[in-house]
């Protein structure tokens, strides 16, 4: 079997007749990414073309360390609040120290997750639950839409949290420019309409041109309406930013949190688009992808990038075969760096919050909302919490604790499970909990336990207090015990002393103890290594339960009946 390429793994098996599909669909990922680009730049506080740059810088190296064939990485809108937010606690917005600790926390997160993917950790992925990660979506989308309103109001930026956001906007009121807000809800209209007709029209760029020919026909930067302005010429040059050790230490924190969300939606965005194009997907590579493309971009002078769910899903649905796609996407951007900045100085800033109001409410999951309210309840506190501490907190301290608030719910959902005896389905071989209907048949003297979770540190006490409770619930006809350990995994060190206890326990009752279906290679090693199948013996570990009650049976008819002495004779 050939091993994969090291590098360009996005253009392998690209043949000529994939040009056009590539070519057409490069055209549209470039008409989607100009205008999102330059919103999700200034949603950071940086200059528009950063994220050109953010976006030319990643595309390339994901092109070339990346696996995917359709994955498109640049300035990304779930991470740069997060960032921003981040950044404005230790630098004053816009200045040259923010850039330059921009640019660090790039190259911060591009090392994480570069490692992250050396290293394997593609199940760090898993980390956020669906209600958690739907929560933080949320209040991610408020976060969004409360710094923009100023912008599509036309009132001076705002700055601090959300609820000095929303003071300072209630205290200017009276001073809104209604053409900026028509010019934003215009755009927020158009780009909304052409979505749900197709999402392969371009209704970002067709918003922003129509935007950019209103301000220009009618004269509105006499009448207040704010834009981009003359935008820096050139491309930056490739350097590493002027900060300090202290500088990266303070950091830490945030990189670490804003890799694990680039991790989290990395592994999601691969593993949904990998059958279109007929390989599986390589979590781990296109985590050093992605990895890389935010270290070019901090080398670039601009800010952590990511994985994009909607522009991957742009390339995949117009026709895109391989990363060739992105690379003419990122060579329109650049040509328009080059050449073509002066058709940007009157690009509206309304329009641009118009575009982001309109990313914001995309990333709301609705289904989610309402499916897990009707369905878990409970889980839909956890929506409802995450979203409010991300509101409410710093937003890196609201998405901790949110992947706090996961872990947690993984933990507490192990900790719920309960040891539960197990019948005999009539009829077959197989042991079930019991479900009434038929009723299930037990073998008289002897008692099957299972427990319904993987057995750790974190359920150890709890399994081992139930199974002797089980135990001397049956004291003076109980014989014979047998686990059923099929949902174990693995065992660890506080797991193996819990089920020490309870053999012990059987083996100070006179009762036997037997093992079965403990299928997983991890969990058999752990037996081994803790002693227990020594404790036990080789002949107390079975493959099914049936296995074990048979040797039970087998066991019973030998001590009933023993072999008679051999007689002897006199010569």
Not at 534 to 558: H, K, Q, W
Request: with cysteine; proline share 6%; hydrophobic share 55%.
């Amino acid at each position: 079997m050939a091993r994969p390429a090291l590098f360009l793994r996005g253009l392998q098996g690209w043949s000529g007749r994939d040009l056009s599909g590539d070519l057409f669909a490069g055209l549209t990922l470039a008409a989607i990414a100009i205008p999102e680009q330059m919103a999700t730049a200034r949603l950071g506080d940086f200059s528009p073309e950063v994220g050109f740059f953010a976006f030319i810088a990643a595309v390339f190296a994901f092109a070339v360390f990346g696996a995917s064939r359709h994955l498109s990485v640049g300035a990304d809108s779930t991470i740069t609040p997060i960032l921003a937010g981040g950044l404005a606690l230790i630098a004053t917005s816009g200045s040259p120290h923010y850039v330059a600790m921009a640019a660090l926390l790039a190259l911060m997160v591009g090392a994480i997750v570069l490692a992250g993917g050396l290293l394997r950790l593609g199940w760090i992925a898993d980390l956020l639950s669906v209600p958690v990660m739907a929560g933080f979506l949320a209040g991610i989308a408020i976060h969004i839409l409360v710094s923009q309103l100023p912008e599509l109001l036309g009132l001076p930026s705002g700055s601090g949290n959300v609820f000095q956001r929303l003071a300072a906007v209630r205290a200017d009121l009276g001073q809104v420019n209604f053409w900026s807000l028509a010019l934003g809800v215009g755009v927020f209209a158009i780009v909304t309409g052409c979505e749900r007709i197709s999402p392969r029209i371009p209704g970002a760029l067709i918003a922003l041109a129509v935007a950019t020919l209103a301000v220009t026909a009618l004269g509105l930067t006499g009448r207040g309406v704010a834009v981009l302005g003359n935008l820096p010429a050139g491309l930056p040059g490739l350097g590493l930013p002027q900060v300090t050790f202290d500088d990266m230490r303070t950091l830490v924190p945030l990189a670490l949190l804003v890799a694990i969300i680039v991790m989290v939606q990395t592994a999601a965005t691969t593993r949904s688009f990998a059958g279109e194009s007929g390989t599986p997907p390589d979590v781990n590579r296109d985590f050093v992808g992605v990895g890389a493309a935010s270290l070019l971009s901090g080398l670039a002078g601009a800010f952590p990038v990511n994985s994009s769910p909607p522009r991957t899903a742009i390339v995949s649905e117009t026709g895109g075969r391989s990363q060739l796609t992105c690379l003419f996407a990122a060579a329109i951007v650049l040509l328009l760096v080059l050449f073509g900045k002066s058709l940007l100085a009157s690009v509206p800033q309304a329009a641009l919050a118009g575009i982001l109001f309109f990313v914001a409410m995309r990333i709301l999951r609705w289904q989610t909302f309402f499916g897990t309210l009707r369905q878990a309840p409970l889980e839909f506190a956890l929506i409802m919490i995450t979203a409010i501490a991300i509101v409410a907190l710093p937003i890196e301290v609201g998405v901790a604790i949110g992947i706090g608030l996961s872990l947690l719910h993984g933990l507490w959902g192990m900790t719920q499970a309960a040891a539960i005896e197990f019948e005999k389905v009539p009829g077959t071989s197989i042991w079930w909990p019991p479900s009434g209907d038929p009723r299930g048949e037990r073998v008289p003297g002897v008692l099957v336990v299972a427990f319904q979770a993987p057995l750790s540190f974190v359920n150890a006490a709890g399994f081992g207090q139930e199974f002797r409770a089980m135990i001397d619930a049956s004291t003076g006809t109980l014989k014979h015990v047998v686990f059923e350990a099929s949902s174990v995994i693995d065992i660890d060190f506080t797991a193996a002393q819990a089920l020490r206890g309870v053999i012990e326990h059987c083996r100070n009752a006179g009762i036997s103890f037997r093992i079965a279906r403990l299928e997983t290679v991890r969990a058999q090693k752990a037996l081994e290594r803790f002693g227990i199948v020594e404790m036990l013996g080789p002949n107390a570990i079975f493959r099914s339960v049936d296995n074990a009650i048979t040797a039970i049976a087998t066991s019973e008819t030998t001590r009933r009946d023993p072999m008679p002495p051999a007689s002897t004779s006199k010569g």
